[in-house]
């Protein structure tokens, strides 16, 4: 699929502020590049749109980051549904950013399934920021808990950061089965960027209340419909108070795997377990996450 073929397609990340008020947000939308993902694995209906909402929520949170580095984010458990993983790159000091992930489960869930039942009773949220030398590697884990991952997404921006947090995610198929996912988020900040600013209390709750009120009535439709631009969005949401927006940032499908590391991994074992994995004397990889087979032979790697 091509761009010129979907022209209203965009992989698109725009941070925003509400006017005159402490409140930041980002809003991401997903269109070639959540439908070349979901596509490539062709997972049942219901885990395509998980893995599609978690793929949003991926690229937003990462894209908060501010140095090159990797988040991934990791939903666990002991139920049916294994593991779900979705990982945000950026490299070269480059503003846009790069989306993966893949889904590990024994059976086919039933439609509408807690995500409780799907994960199990332990099952919990990982993210991972590794930001390389620059900053030390962080890891914080909350509960899975509700119908929906959006519950425990805000949890991890209350437990990480104390940010009062409001996430909305959607991901869903058009007439013509093309996916798209979408994820905003608004965050309380508790003083200006300046730090000066008097904060008037009762104005500053107010003023969460009524826009994460106003960010409740946002439809899904609203948020995949490639008519309405995230702009007009936003300001169809927030136009009483006024909303700035930022530069945008790019999201792109891009998987990181190398055959440089997997051959080094390769090369580490033993001739037997070569043989054991080598099928006409080529042994051949498939990556999790782009379904790439990465092939590679035997006596080349036993030199
Ligand atoms: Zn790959």
Redesign the pocket.
């Known amino acids: 699929m091509n761009k010129k073929s979907h022209p209203l397609l965009e992989d698109t990340c725009l941070p925003f502020q509400i006017e005159g008020q402490d409140i930041k947000g980002r809003i991401v939308r997903l269109g070639h590049s959540v439908n070349e993902i979901l596509s490539s694995h062709n997972y049942p209906n219901q885990i395509s749109k998980l893995m599609g909402e978690v793929l949003a929520f991926t690229a937003l949170i990462g894209s908060l980051m501010k140095y090159d580095g990797i988040l991934t984010t990791q939903m666990k458990g002991d139920g049916p549904f294994r593991v779900l993983i979705s990982d945000f790159h950026k490299e070269n000091k480059k503003l846009n950013g790069n989306i993966?992930g893949y889904a590990s489960f024994d059976d086919i869930m039933k439609e509408g399934d807690s995500l409780q039942n799907m994960f199990g009773e332990d099952a919990y949220l990982a993210i991972t920021i590794d930001q390389g030398s620059f900053m030390e590697r962080y890891q914080g884990i909350v509960k899975l808990e509700g119908d929906t991952i959006t519950h425990a997404a805000e949890e991890y921006f209350r437990s990480s950061e104390q940010l009062p947090t409001k996430i909305i995610l959607a991901c869903d198929q058009d007439e013509h089965g093309i996916w798209q996912a979408c994820a905003i988020m608004i965050q309380h900040y508790a003083r200006s960027a300046e730090g000066e600013y008097v904060r008037d209390e009762t104005k500053t709750k107010e003023d969460w209340n009524n826009s994460s009120i106003l960010l409740n009535t946002i439809k899904k439709v609203e948020l995949l419909d490639k008519k309405l631009s995230l702009q007009n969005l936003l300001i169809r949401l927030y136009h009483e108070a006024g909303v700035r927006v930022f530069d945008h940032t790019e999201v792109t499908a891009n998987?990181?795997?190398s055959e440089d590391k997997i051959r080094t991994v390769l090369s580490s074992l033993d001739l037997k377990e070569l043989k054991d994995v080598s099928e006409d004397g080529t042994v051949t990889v498939t990556?999790?996450?782009?379904?790439?087979d990465h092939k590679f032979e035997l006596s080349k790697l036993i030199d």
């Open positions: 993966r998987c990181r795997c990556c999790d996450f782009c379904k790439i």
